[in-house]
């Protein structure tokens, strides 16, 4: 079993350093049909440079690494109780090793078990087969996307396209309304699984198992594959783009199953993923416990140049937009001055906050004082060193929208200028920047290697009895890149794309599968 745990802790190293050659490929199909200069082109020249940074450096592509699935096929006869506790140590050690987060979080405590196992963690499914070598797939999918995932009961009324039927039309309509939910909140541009019928549980199931497909296949059913097809033709017209920037890219993947229902029910589920589509799979000879081959590794050949990855850093002028430098603590004037569109190159202490925090900070003192400060949504991968010292392994933002019921009033109780995040925020958020002066900025989401380089010192933390992802880490940054997405005087961004994709997902209410 020793040689299988190692076969797995390589899994789950791989899976969580190294984007799969098909992934890789559809996100460099992205970068080609941006306009150079674009917020859309910046951004995915960041995540470009932030995957060939993971790799180099074997630490997560994003900090995130999500609730690990495994599926698995077994030869009839495999002690499967073994496996499992091997498996459970391997993700264990890779824990240790920082190449997950420790993310399992007990639902009525809050408590972090910190390694990764608790009650429903890791996922692990196995399924008989009639070969002779095992079969593991892993899929480590974040939660800011997983939030976006969602289920339909047709028939129902969608925002812009109308009524959804019993039929393939309806169907249809249902999966470009779930590109237009997402907008850029988990991660634009995405892969969608989707599956049709079941019930509520085994509907979710074959959404999530068709992205274990490869991003170029072909559906074996025509009429799936035609739907496929359409959904990545129109859905990529709603130009939300890449973090919700706007752009021509949108979705970057479309898979679709469908299974028998009963009669009184019909579902469409989606699992929506990031561009950070963290998934690998092996096959393991049962009597070694050796790895045989990759499942997901063939794709491109090895001499492939790499791309030149001119991030937000070294591309100032984005669409008439400039690039300013701030050092904090920031004054209310500094801000005041900025406006949507401008890439702001942050120096200086910034603070992570996110859930706990925010709900704590309601009504609790601040550890530090936040005057002029800036506030990061973030969960960092945190180790230590040999010398006992914070080490920095990953660092990208979260998806800001869930602090929407406590932004606005810590911005005010506290003097915070700037809140750092993805995804963007809502209205009350936009009217708290307004009347304190404050700013939002994205970041780009996933881009975990490319921010934690920006990070210079760890300059220690607080409330680390919320867990590492939910504390406090301060945190010195050195050109840390992100747009203004939301400014002082009341403009939004996510509000500008969220309503003209609307407009545009209208455009598509007409009946197409008949
Ligand atoms: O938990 C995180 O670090 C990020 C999360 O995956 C998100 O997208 O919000
Ligand atoms: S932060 Fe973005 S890239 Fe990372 S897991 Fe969440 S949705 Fe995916």
Not at 8 to 34: G, H, Q
Not at 156 to 181: F, M, N, T, W
Request: net charge negative.
């Amino acid at each position: 079993m020793e040689a299988f745990k190692q076969s797995i802790l390589e899994l789950i190293t791989e899976t969580s350093t190294n984007l799969p050659p098909d992934v890789r490929e559809a996100i460099r199909a992205a970068r080609e049909k941006e306009d150079a200069g674009t917020r859309a082109a910046l951004a995915l020249a960041t995540i470009s440079q932030n995957i060939d940074m993971a790799e180099e450096n074997v630490s997560p592509i994003c900090q995130d690494t999500g609730l690990p699935t495994f599926e698995i096929h077994v030869p009839v006869g495999a002690n499967q109780i073994r496996m499992t506790a091997a498996i459970r140590e391997a993700v264990a050690e890779a824990t240790r090793l920082g190449k997950l987060r420790p993310n399992s979080v007990d639902s009525l405590t809050g408590e972090n078990s910190g390694d990764n196992l608790g009650e429903g963690t890791p996922v692990i499914h196995f399924t008989q087969w009639e070969k002779d070598e095992i079969e593991v797939r892993l899929i480590l999918k974040g939660g800011g996307c997983e939030n976006k995932n969602i289920q339909y009961s047709l028939p129902c009324e969608l925002p812009g396209l109308g009524r959804a039927g019993r039929d393939l039309d309806g169907i249809r309509k249902c999966i470009l309304h779930s590109v237009y939910q997402a907008q850029g909140q988990g991660c634009s541009a995405g892969f969608i699984g989707v599956g049709i019928g079941g019930d509520r549980t085994t509907g979710y199931e074959l959404a999530k198992k068709q992205l274990f497909r490869k991003v170029n296949d072909t559906n074996p059913n025509p009429e799936l594959a035609k739907l496929e097809e359409y959904i990545m033709e129109k859905a990529n017209t709603l130009s939300i783009g890449t973090m919700g920037f706007g752009g021509n890219t949108t979705l970057l993947g479309c898979k679709i199953g469908s299974m028998n229902r009963i009669p009184a029910s019909f579902f469409v589920s989606v699992a929506y993923n990031c561009w950070a589509f963290r998934r690998q799979g092996v096959t393991i000879d049962p009597e070694t416990g050796k790895i045989k081959e990759w499942l997901y590794k063939d794709e491109i050949p090895a001499d492939t140049p790499k791309q030149k990855n001119d991030g937000l850093t070294v591309a100032p002028q984005t669409e008439g937009s400039r690039q300013i430098e701030l050092t904090t603590p920031i004054t209310e004037e500094q801000i005041r001055q900025l406006k949507v569109g401008d890439v702001v190159i942050l120096n200086g202490l910034i603070h992570t906050g996110r859930d706990a925090l925010h709900k704590y900070l309601i009504d609790h003192d601040s550890p530090v004082d936040l005057e002029g400060g800036v506030i990061y949504h973030c969960g960092p991968v945190m180790l230590k060193d040999k010398d006992g010292n914070w080490e920095v392994k990953a660092a990208g933002p979260t998806t800001s929208i869930r602090e929407e019921p406590y932004q606005a009033d810590i911005i005010k109780k506290f003097g915070v200028r700037a809140v750092i995040g993805k995804g963007g925020m809502g209205k009350k958020t936009l009217q708290a920047l307004k009347e304190h002066g404050a700013v939002y900025l994205n970041a780009i989401g996933g881009a975990a290697q490319y921010y934690a380089d920006c990070i210079t010192q760890v300059d220690g933390v607080d409330m680390m009895e919320f867990g590492i992802p939910e504390a406090m880490w301060h945190l010195h940054v050195k050109g840390f890149a992100a747009i203004v997405t939301m400014d002082a005087h009341g403009n939004s961004l996510h509000e500008d794309v969220e309503k003209s994709s609307l407009e545009k997902l209208a455009e598509l209410k007409e009946p197409v599968f008949k």
